[in-house]
């Protein structure tokens, strides 16, 4: 399996709180990526790193900003949490020049705001 | 806008039966993965599909890509009840103005497999 570690794999906060949100990986792969899953809408990108202190925006960014100060770090920062963020918090990594190789996923994180 | 969908979203079948899953997307693209999810897990690569024409094969699993068409079905023979889970197909995006490797993903097809 990959190495990829979410932390917290938890959380419950209140609204208007500001919540981070780590990735951590062991594979030294270039790219990372922050999605979000919602019943109904599958995953949805937030932001993605192709570097360190490389980011950009994703599908649904509103609400959200990315640091990448190491190769493996990503952390995902919800300056004032807001209900509709509550969601299941994906991390995936990947060399993604190597088209061949699928990008893989972390164990999620699940944020309750309340 | 680049939509991928995919039908049916769910489907119930019977130990022993076949079906397929579609997945359709709305613009040129020659990249796209099926993905497995059991509930509350991470999601697990099942196939990876290059090129038009790619047949891939893993088990009662088997994944084709029709670029043309676009679109790429997961063919599911004589179903077993492990197989109940949530499958995914996503397409790369780079076609369509995104960054190389960044995927738009189905909303998710959910199986339940009965004896």
């Known amino acids: 399996d990959a190495g990829i570690t979410q932390s917290p794999r938890h959380k419950v906060t209140e609204t208007g709180t500001p919540v981070t949100l780590r990735c951590h990986q062991t594979?030294?792969?270039?790219?990372m990526y922050w999605y979000r899953q919602d019943p109904g809408h599958g995953l949805r990108l937030i932001h993605y790193?192709?570097?360190?202190?490389?980011?950009d925006k994703g599908e649904v960014s509103d609400g959200y900003s990315v640091s990448r100060s190491k190769t493996e770090d990503f952390l995902l920062t919800l300056e004032s949490a807001t209900s509709s963020q509550t969601s299941v918090y994906f991390c995936?990594?990947?060399?993604?020049?190597?088209?061949?190789?699928?990008?893989?996923f972390g164990d999620g994180t699940r944020l309750s705001i309340l | 806008e680049l939509k991928v969908e995919q039908n049916p979203l769910f489907l119930s079948m019977q130990e022993g039966k076949n079906y397929t899953i579609y997945c359709n997307y709305s613009?040129?693209?020659?990249?796209l993965y099926w993905y497995r999810q059991d509930p509350g897990k991470s999601l697990e690569s099942l196939f990876v599909?290059?090129?038009?024409?790619a047949v891939k094969q893993e088990g009662r699993l088997m994944a084709s890509l029709d670029t043309k068409a676009r679109l790429s079905t997961l063919h599911i023979t004589a179903a077993v009840h492990d197989l109940s889970a949530t499958y995914f197909c996503?397409?790369?995006?780079?076609?369509?103005?995104?960054?190389?490797?960044?995927?738009?993903f189905g909303k998710g097809t959910k199986l339940s497999v009965k004896p």
């Open positions: 599909l290059l090129s038009n024409g």
């Open positions: 613009t040129t693209s020659d990249r």
């Open positions: 594979e030294n792969h270039r790219y």
């Open positions: 790193s192709y570097g360190v202190k490389d980011t």
């Open positions: 996503a397409v790369d995006s780079m076609n369509y103005g995104g960054s190389q490797g960044n995927l738009i």
């Open positions: 995936a990594i990947s060399e993604a020049k190597q088209l061949n190789q699928p990008q893989h």
